[in-house]
């Protein structure tokens, strides 16, 4: 498609228009056979998130419908393409999600088992239970959320903590919800307008569960473009017995990150576009692995980092 004007993009710049999916499918490793969902997702998503929780239903939350895929020429001659995508569609409007949906596996669940595969193609998406039983309207978020990172809470596994991310005005979100499977008053999300934000504008960060009981945290690491200083590497989130949404401070403030055993240099190359994670022993420690990060076009002195 042609890119769209409004954008800042170099001469060369090829863009295309990406088509979200509302399919969902069970995937059975003792066969290794795809089974449908019935009716799919409550939306079209792409670049959304999927957290499993405790009582078993999986936790979808923002994402977007289309999304607009700009590829730059970098360096002269070309060594490389920096890729931008946006939630927006080709007419410029925004697509991103903001709302919620829950997988209920048990759901849909057959009365004889005639194929005897014991009920693979069970499972179904349910929305907002103010609406009915098994609504299929979503579960409003308090903002669109697209490319944005989530984590079940390690202190409660009906809580998911969500964070950063792009909204439909194209911006990094510094925001984060909490988003809580027995909220009084039905599944949803907490009021966020007081909260703290994060130390920075994050997209394509990663929120990685750690520690147990007091100690119990969740990183939320980079997702930052640039940075110009520590303290907008990584937040730190924690339960509150007085807040529902917890509180959130730069790392930098709450631990010696990034430098525990030296002097305090700039670490940019912890800025992690997209990295992937996961906590093992417990949660006493995480496993950072793979990301995006800055780098220097031809003849340029200073990194330029890559796009969300």
């Not at 990406?18 to 066969?31: K, N, W």
């Not at 499977?181 to 920075?200: C, F, H, I, Q």
């Not at 401070?249 to 994670?277: C, H, M, Q």
Request: hydrophobic fraction near 40%; charge should be negative.
């Amino acid at each position: 498609i042609a890119c769209p004007s409004d954008l800042s993009l170099s001469m060369g710049t090829v863009c295309w228009e990406l088509t979200a999916s509302d399919e969902a499918y069970l995937f059975e490793p003792a066969t290794a056979r795809f089974f449908p969902v019935e009716g799919g997702m409550l939306a079209a998503r792409g670049g959304h998130t999927a957290t499993a929780l405790e009582d078993g239903r999986v936790l979808i939350a923002g994402g977007a419908s289309k999304a607009i895929l700009a590829a730059s020429p970098v360096g002269d001659p070309v060594s490389g393409r920096e890729i931008a995508i946006l939630p927006r569609d080709a007419a410029g409007e925004g697509a991103a999600h903001a709302d919620l949906e829950l997988f209920e596996p048990e759901a849909n669940a057959e009365a004889e088992d005639l194929e005897r595969n014991g009920d693979a193609g069970r499972g179904l998406f349910v929305g907002d239970p103010s609406e009915g039983a098994r609504s299929r309207e979503p579960i409003p978020l308090n903002e669109a959320r697209f490319f944005h990172a989530a984590a079940l809470a390690p202190h409660d596994g009906n809580q998911v903590l969500l964070a950063g991310g792009i909204g439909n005005g194209g911006d990094p979100s510094t925001s984060y919800s909490v988003f809580d499977a027995r909220k009084p008053g039905g599944p949803g999300v907490y009021d966020n307008s007081e909260n703290t934000a994060l130390g920075t504008r994050r997209v394509a960060p990663a929120a990685l569960a750690l520690g147990s009981g007091d100690e119990a945290r969740v990183w939320i690491f980079g997702g930052a473009l640039s940075t110009a200083s520590n303290g907008e590497l990584a937040d730190v989130w924690a339960p509150d017995a007085m807040d529902p949404n917890g509180t959130l401070a730069p790392a930098a403030d709450e631990t010696n990150f990034p430098n525990p055993l030296g002097p305090a240099d700039d670490r940019p190359e912890y800025a992690l576009i997209r990295p992937s994670v996961a906590s093992f022993e417990d949660g006493a420690y995480g496993l950072v692995t793979g990301w995006y990060g800055p780098r220097c076009p031809a003849r340029m002195p200073t990194a330029a980092p890559l796009l969300p």
